[in-house]
């Protein structure tokens, strides 16, 4: 087994006063916060994404309508011939 990578202790207590607290209740709260925005941000992403297919679809179905609409008359023929 390889030994861990040991980080500089001056860029390890930079990390730390960036990161927040050192306790354990600190790091507890702050994963809930990470994992809750994680979801959420999953979430509207998902809703944008489906959106978006949503909107495409409905475009294409109605550029179809359109192009199958103009090649047929009134009467039902399929035009000049």
């Keep these: 087994m390889t030994d861990p990578i040991r980080v500089p202790p001056p860029l390890e207590a930079l990390v730390?006063?960036?990161?927040?607290g050192a306790g354990d209740e600190d790091r507890e709260q702050r994963a809930s916060t990470f994992a809750?925005?994680?979801a959420l941000g999953a979430l509207v992403g998902a809703a944008i994404a489906g959106s978006t297919i949503w909107q495409r679809r409905i475009?294409?179905?109605?550029?179809?309508?359109?192009?199958?609409?103009?090649?047929?008359s009134l009467h039902g023929d399929s035009g000049p011939t």
């Design 59 to 72: 475009a294409k179905a109605r550029d179809a309508d359109v192009t199958s609409a103009e090649g047929t």
């Design 16 to 20: 730390r006063a960036v990161g927040g």
């Design 36 to 38: 809750r925005g994680l």
